[in-house]
C-alpha cells in the first residue's frame, strides 16, 4: 500500500531557530499532501493544503509566514517553522492523498515532535 | 462539512467485541465515512471506509444504517495492542483534506 515517510521524528531546538520537516511519498505521487499539529490528548489540526507547484492553502488562523510549505516535487512536501517559540512545540503530521481504484485515500505519516527549547 | 459525534473514551476487557459508534446527522449523499486508528505518538492509520450497510476487512467491521447518519466500528476480540484512538471521518468524494472530530480513545484493560 502507500507509504508515506516523515522525517524527522522527533526535534528538539532553540527559540529563535528554524526547523524543517520532510514528508515524502514513498511509492506513489501526490499532487496535494497536508499537514497537521497535534497538542497532547487532543485531536488533529489541519494547518495547510500543499500543493505541487503552487502555493499552499493555509487554514485559518495559521501563520503563513511561520510555517512555510513547500511542495516542489511529486513526492516532496516540507513544513519550515520559522523563529520557533515554545508554544510551536507540538506534533506534526503530514499526509498525503492518493487516487486507488478511483476512491482517494489518504495515508499519514509517522509524525514529528518538535520540542522548542 | 459533516460533523460526526462519538464518545470521548471506552473502556473493554481483552478478548471483548469492541463497538464504538459514531453520529453524523448531517451526511450528505455522496459523502462515505471512514475510519482511522493512532497510537500514541504515531499517524493516524487507515481501518475502514463504507458508504452504506456493511464493510468487513481483517481488521474490524463497520455497520451503517439505511438513513447513514451514524456508523459502528466493531473492532471483534480486541487486544492490548488495540489501545488507541479512533476517529471516524466523513469526506465527501473528491473532498481535498480530511476534518478530524475528538476521536474516541479505547482502553482495553488485560
Known amino acids: 500500500g502507500a507509504v508515506v515517510s516523515q522525517h524527522p521524528s522527533r526535534v528538539i531546538c532553540k527559540s529563535g531557530t528554524s526547523v524543517k520537516i520532510e514528508c515524502r511519498s514513498l511509492?506513489?505521487?501526490?499532487?496535494?499532501m497536508f499537514w497537521y499539529r497535534q497538542f497532547p490528548k487532543q485531536s488533529l489540526m489541519l494547518m495547510a493544503t500543499?500543493?505541487?507547484?503552487?502555493?499552499?492553502?493555509?487554514e485559518q488562523g495559521v501563520e503563513k509566514d511561520k510555517f512555510l510549505i513547500n511542495h516542489a516535487s511529486l513526492t516532496l512536501s516540507t513544513l519550515t517553522v520559522t523563529s520557533a517559540h515554545p508554544e510551536d512545540s507540538s506534533f506534526y503530521i503530514c499526509?498525503?492523498?492518493?487516487?486507488?481504484?478511483?476512491?482517494?485515500?489518504?495515508?499519514f505519516g509517522s509524525g514529528t515532535r518538535l520540542t522548542v527549547v | 462539512l459533516a460533523k460526526t459525534t462519538q464518545p470521548i473514551s471506552m473502556d473493554s476487557y481483552e478478548g471483548q467485541e469492541v463497538n464504538i459508534t459514531c453520529s453524523h446527522n448531517?451526511?450528505?449523499?455522496?459523502?462515505?465515512i471512514t475510519w482511522y486508528q493512532q497510537f500514541p505518538s504515531q499517524g493516524p492509520r487507515f481501518i475502514i471506509q463504507?458508504?452504506?450497510t456493511k464493510v468487513t476487512n481483517e481488521v474490524a467491521s463497520l455497520f451503517i444504517p439505511a438513513d447513514r447518519k451514524s456508523s459502528t466500528l466493531s473492532l471483534p476480540r480486541v487486544s492490548l495492542s488495540d489501545t488507541a484512538v479512533y476517529y471516524c471521518?466523513?469526506?465527501?468524494?473528491?473532498?481535498?483534506?480530511?476534518?478530524f472530530g475528538t476521536g474516541t480513545r479505547l482502553t482495553v484493560i488485560p
Open positions: 499526509s498525503a492523498r492518493d487516487l486507488i481504484g478511483g476512491k482517494y485515500g489518504y495515508t
Open positions: 511509492d506513489f505521487q501526490a499532487t496535494t
Open positions: 500543499s500543493n505541487e507547484g503552487s502555493k499552499a492553502t493555509y
Open positions: 448531517n451526511i450528505a449523499t455522496n459523502d462515505y
Open positions: 463504507g458508504y452504506k
Open positions: 471521518l466523513v469526506v465527501l468524494t473528491g473532498a481535498n483534506n480530511l476534518f
